[in-house]
């Protein structure tokens, strides 16, 4: 962590000075058209708005905005406009000056750029769900308007991520989770891989110190091995390329600490076992764009000449490049260790593309755009969404969010049209992606020759033909079966075109009763009266009203007036969104003690079970045990509920409910805490008498339950035990792996 520092006012003004100098070397470097002038006054500007005001590392604050700018240009490749805008972002923001005062001096272009980007300043998400939904939806209305403002927000965000070890921890967690809920994302969709990449490091550092360093302690010392390897395998594809004659530049890249960390959870694989740590590069010199894919190919063929193919792993992004347009060829081989291998081969404009995203684009645009019409395309269907606007918000954020998320199929029309969506799409996405009319009078399809139902999931190289009918109509259910955002939101509208008489009639009726027995119609009264019949909104009940399959009756109204009399607001929709992930069968956790006094949100929480029982609770989500990182969330009753950092829950609550997350840290306790450990081995007589007097005698660990499946001669094992903290199970694990036919052991979360 960075300590505060202070400087002269000579030693302010020198490093100050050397960071712009900086700055415009690397412009000068560029083959950007050099517009000095501007960029100096624009420069001088905001050193001057920002005069005497620190950050929190105690540096002087024009080094945050001359750092976004120098992202901006080197990074993201970007030029003038946006490096002016981008050292004047925080001046609107944070100090006296308008926007007007910078369209004056600078004009209208980079003021509007400011402009955008103080509207969408102080984070994404507020306090509040309806703030949240609210900034996030102006955040990707001004993407739609000038994409510029999102790469700046990219950057800044970026830099804020890089120099987040001086803020206090609740706040890091919240700008931590944020970055990797939505930024990040976001970031992939753009094409930023290298910003992505380093954004999910950074949150994932803060979020996970200790394991962080020790995953790159374990890169650092498996490096020597990882070389000769890599040269084994190399140094023959390389005497072949050059024998080819072609220029080109070779590289290992390995994974992310980030993504290493992924697999090993997901895949429950000590570090050792994750054995393609990095993947080969080829970046290939090439003046003709029109001979790109040839020599991807021929590098293709020479590799497999030389290496064992695996079957299902070549991706061909040059001929259909990904959304966020992404091109290159990808093939995985055995390497010389036994182990695969990826190669990822791309022409140097695609490499380019592929680490500084569109903006890289409008270097290489040629003609009229046409290789911006996969970004538009995506931005359209943004405005789509957002020009019908959802009964719920959040709902909003979610389907998009998913959108951001997910990983791409291609699919083709009879005609041979291909047709990008998201994976796991299925032919009611595909209808509504082709055409609203041809998503709600659809009834079923042709993929390749065969006919299908509407829910059938469709895949990569798929040749689909959507079948209509005229007497069919969109049904509310169809949306289960849908993942697009855009098909969602078009079925929703016609769907609430259909309805939206029968709305309006249910409407009036308890407009009608409600008045009637005196009962206001306040927020607190529909949260209620929804909650009693189940339904998520205002219109869903109205609609079943008209129906008459809700009757309002008597008994209702005692229940009505006395929420009507409640004061406090109870999380809506919002907290719906936060249940999801959430077991209906809780395990036992400590029962919390109303604390004495308001949870403060900026001190370190202890988390004691001492004295009249635990000050928090544990959630049953991730159900975390002493030694984990865990975070806490000040529930709506002020109680202090514990979660794993990366429990999916807990993303949320950080991203969306920044002021109630508290550091946390464990005190010495003898309670017992449940735990899920999973033993995967080869099946012998006796293995399991054996595992179990090694936990219960050896080890002296309370087994509540136990199961086992054997199928052949392997078995998996799951075990639910209760213990003090990690370390229990640490010991567990290791001596499970001891036991004779034992392959793996580890902890589920
Ligand atoms: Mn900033």
């Known amino acids: 962590m960075e300590g505060k520092v202070t400087y002269s006012p000579e030693e302010d003004d020198r490093m100050i000075e050397a960071a712009f100098r900086d700055l415009m070397d690397c412009y000068l470097g560029s083959n950007h058209r050099k517009k000095v002038e501007i960029i100096e006054r624009a420069y001088r500007f905001a050193k001057e708005a920002h005069k005497g005001i620190r950050r929190r590392s105690g540096e002087p604050y024009i080094m945050h905005p001359i750092a976004v700018a120098k992202i901006v240009l080197q990074e993201i490749g970007l030029g003038s406009t946006s490096i002016c805008a981008a050292l004047l972002h925080d001046v609107v923001e944070d100090t006296e000056y308008t926007v007007e005062d910078i369209e004056q001096n600078f004009g209208p272009k980079i003021a509007q750029l400011v402009e955008g980007l103080t509207k969408i300043s102080g984070g994404i998400f507020g306090d509040r769900a309806s703030v949240q939904a609210e900034n996030f939806r102006k955040l990707l209305l001004t993407m739609s308007e000038d994409i510029r403002v999102v790469l700046i927000k990219m950057a800044d965000r970026l830099h804020n991520m890089r120099t987040l070890g001086s803020m206090a921890p609740n706040k890091r967690y919240k700008i931590a989770g944020e970055t990797l809920y939505i930024y990040a994302p976001l970031a992939h969709r753009l094409g930023l891989f290298a910003i992505k990449t380093e954004l999910e490091d950074l949150s994932f550092k803060h979020e996970h110190p200790d394991i962080y360093e020790d995953i790159q302690k374990k890169i650092e010392a498996t490096r020597p091995h990882r070389r000769a390897v890599y040269t084994d395998f190399a140094l023959p594809i390389q005497a072949k ?150 009964p719920s918000a959040i709902d909003f954020l979610n389907t998009l969010k998913l959108n951001l998320f997910s990983s791409e199929i291609v699919v083709f029309t009879p005609a041979g049209e291909p047709v990008t969506l998201p994976a796991g799409a299925t032919v009611l996405d595909l209808a509504f992606a082709l055409h609203t009319e041809i998503g709600m009078h659809c009834i079923a399809a042709k993929v390749n020759h065969k006919l299908v139902p509407l829910q059938h999931e469709l895949h990569s190289g798929d040749q689909a033909e959507v079948l209509t009918s005229k007497t069919q109509m969109p049904q509310a259910e169809w949306e289960n079966h849908m993942v697009t955002a855009k098909g969602r939101t078009r079925l929703r509208q016609a769907l609430r075109r259909s309805v939206q008489p029968t709305i309006n009639r249910g409407n009036e009726i308890l407009k009608e009763w409600l008045a009637a027995h005196d009962i206001p119609d306040t927020n607190m009264v529909m949260t209620k009266l929804q909650g009693i019949y189940q339904v998520g909104n205002r219109d869903e009940l109205c609609r079943q009203i008209a129906a008459q399959e809700i009757m309002l009756g008597e008994f209702l109204i005692k229940p009505l007036r006395k929420a009507a009399a409640q004061p406090r607001q109870t999380p809506g929709i919002f907290s719906k969104l936060l249940n999801f992930g959430k077991k209906t069968e809780e395990q036992p956790t400590t029962a919390p003690a109303a604390p004495a006094e308001p949870v403060n949100p900026k001190k370190i929480y202890r988390l004691s079970t001492s004295g009249d029982g635990a000050n928090f609770k544990l959630a049953p989500c991730c159900s975390p045990i002493p030694g984990d990182d865990v975070m806490g969330y000040i529930d709506d009753d002020g109680l202090v509920e514990i979660h794993s950092l990366d429990c999916p829950r807990a993303q949320v609550l950080k991203a969306g409910f920044g002021s109630r997350i508290v550091a946390t840290e464990w005190d010495k306790t003898d309670d017992r805490f449940p735990a899920h450990v999973h033993i995967e081995g080869i099946d012998r007589h006796g293995i399991l008498q054996e595992l179990t007097y090694l936990i219960s005698q050896t080890l002296g660990i309370d087994l509540r339950k136990l199961s086992i499946e054997a199928s052949g001669e392997v078995f998996a094992c799951d075990l639910w035990v209760r213990v003090r903290d990690v370390e229990v199970v640490e010991r567990l694990c290791a001596s499970a792996k001891n036991v004779n036919g034992v392959r793996s052991a580890n902890r589920i979360h």
């Open 241 to 390: 390329l050059d024998e080819l004659g072609i220029k080109y530049e070779a590289k290992a890249r390995l994974k992310s600490v980030y993504s290493i960390y992924n697999k090993m959870e997901n895949k429950h694989l000590p570090f050792e076992e994750v054995y393609d740590l990095y993947a080969m590069r080829i970046v290939f010199e090439c003046d003709d764009q029109s001979k790109e894919k040839n020599m991807c190919w021929a590098i293709y063929s020479a590799i497999t000449d030389l290496y064992q193919l695996h079957p299902t792993r070549t991706r061909d992004w040059v001929v259909t490049p990904k959304a966020n347009g992404y091109q290159a060829l990808h093939l995985t081989v055995m390497g010389p260790d036994g182990n695969w291998i990826e190669v990822q081969i791309r022409s140097q404009r695609m490499d380019e593309i592929a680490e500084k995203g569109f903006a890289a684009h409008w270097k290489y645009k040629i003609g009229d755009g046409d290789e911006e019409s996969e970004l538009n395309a995506w931005l359209k269907t943004i405005k789509d969404i957002l020009d019908n606007p959802e």
